[in-house]
């Protein structure tokens, strides 16, 4: 099938990890708002799937196969969005695994080989992608990286002992996690002279697959509900850059 995109002013947007969970709610929300959505995968067929769906509601939505581990995908998925869109508006960079949910040992909570594997997708892939992104940002008006963070990338809240999170322990993932804020505010300075504004979420304790399967029983919040945290910080042409934010309000890194 042949798709054709017209090069409206229309705003843009990209969100990875997208075919199911919060990335998912995440582009419904943003299309429902009467955004066009680059909804990003790393298996095709399932982006084509979740994308077909929004499409039937209504929705501008279309797959862009991304995987954020693979630098060749990254970049023809930036190749691809020049061709058809000329810039892009927001990156929403919410590809994330937790796989120290399903396969830690307690006996070993430095697990290096956890580490690597949680850091090359919320870490090195969130670097990768802004990286070959940023060029189209810089040619909109108003560009928004938003990264999916989590409180347990803050420092703060990890001593904090009222915090819900405080007895969690999983260290690839909460240091990945305060590794991509540390990035969230590099990158905010760096393009402090530009219109891109650069942005940490935390959208919750979410019922999604990422803590494993008895995460949707545990976590009080739906996706929908979640997603809406990353959408007002995503939609908005004005607003703050270098900041950490829940629904509550900001979060201390």
């Keep these: 099938m042949t798709i054709t995109h017209d ?3 229309k705003t843009i947007a990209l969100v990875t990890g997208a075919n199911r969970g919060l990335g998912l709610a995440t582009a419904q929300l943003l ?3 009467g955004t066009t959505v680059l909804l990003g995968a790393r298996n095709a067929a399932k982006a084509e799937i979740a994308a077909a769906r929004l499409r039937d509601r209504g929705i501008d939505c279309w797959p862009l196969t991304l995987d954020v581990e693979s630098e060749l995908s990254i970049a023809a998925a930036a190749e691809r969005v020049r061709l058809d869109h000329g810039r892009l508006d927001i990156l929403i960079n ?3 695994i937790l796989p120290e949910a399903t396969t830690a040992d307690a006996a070993q909570p430095l697990d290096l080989d956890l580490f690597r594997r949680t850091f090359d997708t919320n870490v090195f ?3 990768a992608v802004s990286q070959a992104f940023l060029p189209l940002l810089t040619d909109s008006e108003a560009g928004r990286i938003v990264n999916v963070s989590s409180r347990m990338g803050s420092l703060a809240d990890q001593l904090d002992p009222s915090s819900p999170y405080a007895g969690m322990v999983v260290p690839a993932y909460q240091t990945s996690k305060a590794a991509l804020n540390g990035l969230t ?3 905010s300075k760096s393009l402090s002279g530009t219109s891109v504004r650069v942005n940490s979420v935390c959208p919750g304790w979410v019922q999604t697959d990422l803590g494993g399967p008895d995460n949707r029983a545990a976590a009080p919040m739906k ?5 809406r945290t990353v959408v007002d910080m995503a939609l908005p042409t004005e607003g703050p850059t270098g900041t950490f934010v829940d629904l509550d309000g900001v979060v201390p890194w």
Excluded: K, Q
């Design 223 to 227: 996706a929908d509900e979640a997603a």
């Design 7 to 9: 090069r409206s002013t």
């Design 125 to 127: 892939g969130v670097a």
């Design 185 to 187: 505010i590099a990158l």
């Design 94 to 96: 919410n590809a994330g």
């Design 31 to 33: 299309g429902e708002a």
